[in-house]
C-alpha cells in the first residue's frame, strides 16, 4: 500500500472526525444516553439533526406519496406476529457468521477477517489475521515484522496475499490466530448468528410468545398488501410507501451513523404485472437519482452498481445499488430492487391467505411482481451532511485570515431557512422590528432569531449550521437613514456570502423562491 | 345498573364497532399482522390512517417547536442503555399486579378484577370475580343466580358490592374464584409484572447486554438535556420537544388502539426554575387546550382531572390530566405534570454528570424543574376519529332516505383536503381540465382525484373518508355553456353539502384559506 494512498486514508478519517465533531457540536447527532457510557450503535439526533431529519422523511413522503397518484403511504407497527419472520425467512438465514477470540472473548464477524501467511526469508512463520479495513495490508506486514523481530529472523518478507478468514481451509483455520492475539488457532470456528432482535410479547417469556423487532419495514407492506389494495380502490401498477424504524442486532456497528443498531428506512413496494418489472427497475432508479440531486447530493458524487447476478438473492430480477462517496469509502445509500413476486408469494403459502390480485377488467387473478426503492434515513441524512461539509479560508472584517466552516445544504434540506437579527440588541426599535420580521416570515419556514454578539459572529454560526439566509435589521430599516431605505433589510446568502437589500414586504417571497 | 344505563352501553358498543369497522374498510387502520392472525396490542396505519397520523404530528411539531422561540425538537434512539432504566426507576417499579387462573391458565392485571360475596337469602355462598367493565355488577349478578340456579337456594339475592380484588384478604382472596372459573381459590397470589419488552444488544444473551424498548419517550430527553444545553444556547426557561414509539408489554390492551403495546408518544419536557414550575403547569395546561381545539376537539368534550396528591409520584408537583369522552369511557389523552427536578436529580445522581444549568448573567447553578405535556399520537388520532364520525339520514337525488356516513375532520386534519373530479370519465376534456386543476392544488395540499361512478357516489365517498372540499369539473368549466361560466368548477362542501361556483384562478387561495 502506497504513501500516497495512506496518507489520503488519513486525510479521509480527519475529515470524518470534524464532521462528527460538528454534528456533536452544534446538536445534530449525540451518541445514544452518552452519560451512561452510550449504547454501541445507537445515536440520538439533536435539534439540528431531528429538523434535518424531519426535511428529508417530508420531502421524500411529499415526493413519492402525496405528489404520486399512484403511490399510497402506511405506517405499520415495528412488533409482529412472528410468523412473518418466518414467512419472509428472517428466521431461517438473516444471519452473519459469527466467530469468538478464544483468548480476549473478542467477538468478530467472521466475513471481516482476513488473514496472510507470514512469509520470511523463503520460509512460512505462520500466520496472522486483523479486521477489514483500507489498511489491513500495512497492519498484517506490521504483525509479521514482529514475528520477525522477536524470532531473530533473518531474510526478506515476501509480498502479502490477504485471504478472507471465510475461504481458509479447516487445517489453515487451526493455525491462524485470532486479530487480537499471536497464538495459533485462538478463533473458534465460524457460526451464524441471528441478527434479529428477539423479545417476548405477553406475560410468559415462553417460545410461543416470542417475536422481534422488525429487522425491516418492507415486510408489513406485503402482508397488508390486501388490505390496501381492498380498502384504497387502487389499481396496479401502484405503490405502498412506509417510512418507520427498524433494527439489527449488528455484530460491529461502524462508521458513526452509517451502520447502526437502530435505523430508520424509507421503503416503497411497487406492485406490477410481470412484464412491467423490469422497466419499472430502470425507471424508479432514474427517480430516485433524481430525488438525491434534488436534496443536494449531484449526480456525479453517486455510484450505480449493477449487482451480478450470482450476489443477488436468487429471486432476484435485478438490483441496483445507489452508492454514495462518503468520506469513510463509496457505500450503499439505497437499493432499487426487482424481487419478482417471491415475497408475495411466500406470504400466500405462509398464512393461507389468498394474496392475489385482481385486475377488475380482464378478470384476470395474478400475485404481481414488485420493484422495491429501499432507502436508509440515518444513511441519507449523512450523506447530506458530508456532502455539505466545507471549509474555507477567508479574510475576516479585521482584514485577518480564519477559516469558515459552513454547510452548505441544500435549503430544502437546511434545518433552519433564515437567520433573523436585530443589528444591537440594546436598541429596541431594532428589536422590535426584528421580531416582526420573523413573524412574518415564521409560518412558512423555519427561522432562527438571534441578537447576540457582532453580526459577523452570528453570521460564522449560522454558516455552521447550514442556514442559507441571514436577515438583518439595522437602522436603514428603521428609517434612521431617510425614507428610502425605511423597512428594508440586508440578505446574506450562505455561499457567495453575497448582501441584497431586500423591502420588507418583497422579503417572504424572495425567500420562499429560494428555500423550497 | 339500570336499563337506560344498559343500552347506552350497548349504544356505545355500536357506535366503537362502527367506528372500527369504517377505519378497516377505509384504510385508517389495520390489525398489525392481520394474515397471521394478529399481534394483540398492535396495529398498522393504513394510507388513511398514515396520512391523518402525519398530519397530527407535523401540526403538533408545527405549534409545539417551530412556531416557538423557547423549544427546540430532538429524536432519541428507542434503544438506550439500560442504566437509563436502572435510574428512572422503571427496572424497579414499572410494572402491574398480575394473576393467574389456575384452572384455565389465563392471566389477569390483579387490579382490573373484582368480586363481591354471594349472599342469597341472608346466607353466604361462597363469591363471584368479574373483570372491570361498565357491565360488571349485572355479570356478577348473573354469575350469583347461576349458582342459585345450580343449588337449588331459595331466597332473595342481596344487593351487590363490588370490592377490588386488591382489597381482598388473604383469607378471602383464597376462596375467591377466577372470572373464568366457578371453583373457589383459582386465582394466584398477585405478583409484580415489569411492563417492559426486554431484549439483548450484541451477540450474548447476558445480563450485561440486557436492555429494554423504551416505555416512555421523555428519559432520552433528560438525559440529553445537557448536551442539548452546550449545543444549542438555549436560555431557561425552554422545552425539548420529541415524537417517537414507546412500547409496554401491557397485559390487557384494549379499546382499539387507545390501550396498545406499541404507541407513540408526543412529550415535551420544558425545563424552568422551581418558583416558575407551578405557573408552567397551567400555561402549558391551556396551551395543550387550545391545541386539541385547533385539531377539532372541542373544550366541552374535554375533561380536565386535578390529580389528587395522593394519586400523584411522591415527586410530582401537580398533574393534571386531559381526558376526552371516547364511546368506551371518558379516557386520558394527555397528562400535563410538575415533575419538581426529580429526573435530572436521579440521571445526575445514577450517571456521575453534572445535570447542572448554569445561568451566564447570575453564574447561579441548579438543577432545573421540569413540566412535562404528555400526549398519546394514537389515543388523539382516535379521539379525531371519534369526535369526526357522524351518520345522519338524508335524502339523495333520487328522492330516497339514505344513512349519510361522514368523518367530520377538521380540515387540516383531513388526510384527503380535497376531491377532485371529472363529471365524466370517457370526455377528454373534462378529464384533461380535472387533470390541469389537480397539478394547480397538489403542490400545495393532499388532493384525490376521481373518475369512478355517479359523482353523488364519489361525493360519498369522500365524505366516508372526511374530506371537506370536492372539486367538480363539469360542462361550464370547459365552456360548452359559453364563456361566462368558463374555467369556473363546482365546489362542494362535505358539513353543509352546500355548492358553489368558483374560477379556477381563485380555487387555490379558496381551498388554502379553509383547509390550513
Same mark, same amino acid.
Given at each position: 500500500?502506497?504513501?500516497?494512498?495512506?496518507?489520503?486514508?488519513?486525510?479521509?478519517?480527519?475529515?470524518?472526525?470534524?464532521?462528527?465533531?460538528?454534528?456533536?457540536?452544534?446538536?445534530?447527532?449525540?451518541?445514544?444516553?452518552?452519560?451512561?457510557?452510550?449504547?454501541?450503535?445507537?445515536?440520538?439526533?439533536?435539534?439540528?439533526?431531528?429538523?434535518?431529519?424531519?426535511?428529508?422523511?417530508?420531502?421524500?413522503?411529499?415526493?413519492?406519496?402525496?405528489?404520486?397518484?399512484?403511490?399510497?403511504?402506511?405506517?405499520?407497527?415495528?412488533?409482529?406476529?412472528?410468523?412473518?419472520?418466518?414467512?419472509?425467512?428472517?428466521?431461517?438465514?438473516?444471519?452473519?457468521?459469527?466467530?469468538?477470540?478464544?483468548?480476549?472473548?473478542?467477538?468478530?464477524?467472521?466475513?471481516?477477517?482476513?488473514?496472510?501467511?507470514?512469509?520470511?526469508?523463503?520460509?512460512?512463520?505462520?500466520?496472522?489475521?486483523?479486521?477489514?479495513?483500507?489498511?489491513?495490508?500495512?497492519?498484517?506486514?506490521?504483525?509479521?515484522? !514482529?514475528?520477525?523481530?522477536?524470532? =531473530? #529472523?533473518?531474510? &526478506?518478507?515476501?509480498?502479502?496475499?490477504?485471504? *478472507?478468514?471465510? /475461504?481458509?481451509?479447516?487445517?489453515?483455520?487451526?493455525?491462524?490466530?485470532?486479530?487480537?492475539?499471536?497464538?495459533?488457532?485462538?478463533?473458534?470456528?465460524?457460526?451464524?448468528?441471528?441478527?434479529?432482535?428477539?423479545?417476548?410479547?405477553?406475560?410468559?417469556?415462553?417460545?410461543?410468545?416470542?417475536?422481534?423487532?422488525?429487522?425491516?419495514?418492507?415486510?408489513?407492506?406485503?402482508?397488508?398488501?390486501?388490505?390496501?389494495?381492498?380498502?384504497?380502490?387502487?389499481?396496479?401498477?401502484?405503490?405502498?410507501?412506509?417510512?418507520?424504524?427498524?433494527?439489527?442486532?449488528?455484530?460491529?456497528?461502524?462508521?458513526?451513523?452509517?451502520?447502526?443498531?437502530?435505523?430508520?428506512?424509507?421503503?416503497?413496494?411497487?406492485?406490477?404485472?410481470?412484464?412491467?418489472?423490469?422497466?419499472?427497475?430502470?425507471?424508479?432508479?432514474?427517480?430516485?437519482? !433524481?430525488?438525491?440531486?434534488?436534496? =443536494? #447530493?449531484?449526480? &456525479?458524487?453517486?455510484?450505480?452498481?449493477?449487482? *451480478?447476478?450470482? /450476489?443477488?438473492?436468487?429471486?432476484?430480477?435485478?438490483?441496483?445499488?445507489?452508492?454514495?462517496?462518503?468520506?469513510?469509502?463509496?457505500?450503499?445509500?439505497?437499493?432499487?430492487?426487482?424481487?419478482?413476486?417471491?415475497?408475495?408469494?411466500?406470504?400466500?403459502?405462509?398464512?393461507?391467505?389468498?394474496?392475489?390480485?385482481?385486475?377488475?377488467?380482464?378478470?384476470?387473478?395474478?400475485?404481481?411482481?414488485?420493484?422495491?426503492?429501499?432507502?436508509?434515513?440515518?444513511?441519507?441524512?449523512?450523506?447530506?451532511?458530508?456532502?455539505?461539509?466545507?471549509?474555507?479560508?477567508?479574510?475576516?472584517?479585521?482584514?485577518?485570515?480564519?477559516?469558515?466552516?459552513?454547510?452548505?445544504?441544500?435549503?430544502?434540506?437546511?434545518?433552519?431557512?433564515?437567520?433573523?437579527?436585530?443589528?444591537?440588541?440594546?436598541?429596541?426599535?431594532?428589536?422590535?422590528?426584528?421580531?416582526?420580521?420573523?413573524?412574518?416570515?415564521?409560518?412558512?419556514?423555519?427561522?432562527?432569531?438571534?441578537?447576540?454578539?457582532?453580526?459577523?459572529?452570528?453570521?460564522?454560526?449560522?454558516?455552521?449550521?447550514?442556514?442559507?439566509?441571514?436577515?438583518?435589521?439595522?437602522?436603514?430599516?428603521?428609517?434612521?437613514?431617510?425614507?428610502?431605505?425605511?423597512?428594508?433589510?440586508?440578505?446574506?446568502?450562505?455561499?457567495?456570502?453575497?448582501?441584497?437589500?431586500?423591502?420588507?414586504?418583497?422579503?417572504?417571497?424572495?425567500?420562499?423562491?429560494?428555500?423550497?
Amino acid at each position: 500500500m502506497s504513501k500516497a494512498k495512506s496518507s489520503s486514508d488519513n486525510a479521509r478519517n480527519v475529515l470524518m472526525d470534524k464532521i462528527v465533531s460538528l454534528c456533536k457540536r452544534r446538536g445534530f447527532v449525540f451518541q445514544s444516553s452518552e452519560i451512561y457510557g452510550g449504547l454501541n450503535g445507537c445515536r440520538d439526533y439533536g435539534p439540528l439533526g431531528a429538523e434535518l431529519k424531519k426535511n428529508l422523511k417530508d420531502y421524500w413522503w411529499t415526493r413519492m406519496v402525496r405528489d404520486r397518484d399512484d403511490v399510497v403511504g402506511m405506517d405499520g407497527a415495528i412488533l409482529q406476529n412472528r410468523r412473518v419472520w418466518e414467512a419472509s425467512g428472517h428466521v431461517g438465514t438473516f444471519s452473519d457468521p459469527l466467530v469468538d477470540c478464544k483468548e480476549t472473548k473478542a467477538r468478530f464477524r467472521a466475513d471481516q477477517i482476513f488473514y496472510a501467511s507470514a512469509v520470511i526469508g523463503g520460509e512460512s512463520h505462520g500466520y496472522v489475521s486483523v479486521t477489514e479495513s483500507p489498511t489491513m495490508a500495512e497492519e498484517a506486514e506490521q504483525k509479521i515484522r !514482529k514475528i520477525q523481530k522477536k524470532g =531473530g #529472523i533473518k531474510g &526478506e518478507i515476501a509480498a502479502l496475499e490477504m485471504e *478472507p478468514l471465510m /475461504e481458509a481451509t479447516p487445517e489453515e483455520h487451526a493455525l491462524i490466530p485470532s486479530p487480537n492475539s499471536t497464538e495459533p488457532g485462538t478463533l473458534t470456528e465460524p457460526r451464524e448468528f441471528n441478527l434479529m432482535f428477539k423479545t417476548y410479547v405477553g406475560p410468559v417469556e415462553n417460545d410461543s410468545n416470542v417475536t422481534y423487532l422488525r429487522p425491516e419495514t418492507a415486510q408489513a407492506i406485503f402482508v397488508q398488501f390486501k388490505n390496501v389494495c381492498d380498502s384504497s380502490r387502487i389499481k396496479i401498477p401502484f405503490g405502498i410507501a412506509q417510512i418507520g424504524k427498524a433494527f439489527r442486532n449488528e455484530i460491529n456497528p461502524r462508521n458513526f451513523t452509517f451502520r447502526s443498531r437502530e435505523f430508520e428506512q424509507m421503503e416503497i413496494e411497487y406492485f406490477c404485472r410481470p412484464e412491467e418489472g423490469l422497466p419499472l427497475l430502470k425507471e424508479w432508479l432514474e427517480t430516485r437519482l !433524481k430525488f438525491y440531486e434534488e436534496i =443536494g #447530493i449531484p449526480r &456525479e458524487k453517486l455510484h450505480i452498481l449493477d449487482v *451480478p447476478e450470482k /450476489e443477488r438473492a436468487h429471486y432476484s430480477g435485478g438490483t441496483y445499488d445507489i452508492e454514495y462517496e462518503f468520506p469513510f469509502g463509496i457505500q450503499e445509500l439505497e437499493g432499487v430492487a426487482y424481487r419478482t413476486n417471491y415475497d408475495l408469494t411466500k406470504h400466500q403459502e405462509h398464512s393461507g391467505k389468498t394474496l392475489e390480485y385482481i385486475d377488475q377488467a380482464t378478470n384476470e387473478k395474478f400475485i404481481p411482481h414488485v420493484v422495491e426503492p429501499s432507502a436508509g434515513v440515518d444513511r441519507t441524512v449523512l450523506a447530506v451532511i458530508c456532502e455539505a461539509f466545507d471549509e474555507e479560508t477567508i479574510t475576516n472584517e479585521k482584514g485577518k485570515e480564519e477559516v469558515r466552516t459552513v454547510l452548505r445544504f441544500s435549503p430544502r434540506m437546511a434545518p433552519i431557512k433564515c437567520g433573523i437579527f436585530p443589528l444591537l440588541k440594546n436598541k429596541p426599535e431594532l428589536v422590535a422590528k426584528a421580531r416582526e420580521v420573523q413573524e412574518v416570515l415564521r409560518p412558512h419556514m423555519n427561522v432562527f432569531y438571534d441578537e447576540g454578539g457582532a453580526v459577523g459572529r452570528r453570521y460564522r454560526r449560522q454558516d455552521e449550521i447550514g442556514t442559507p439566509f441571514c436577515v438583518t435589521i439595522d437602522f436603514d430599516t428603521i428609517g434612521e437613514n431617510g425614507p428610502e431605505a425605511e423597512d428594508t433589510v440586508t440578505v446574506r446568502e450562505r455561499d457567495a456570502m453575497t448582501q441584497e437589500r431586500i423591502k420588507i414586504a418583497d422579503l417572504l417571497t424572495y425567500l420562499l423562491e429560494r428555500v423550497r
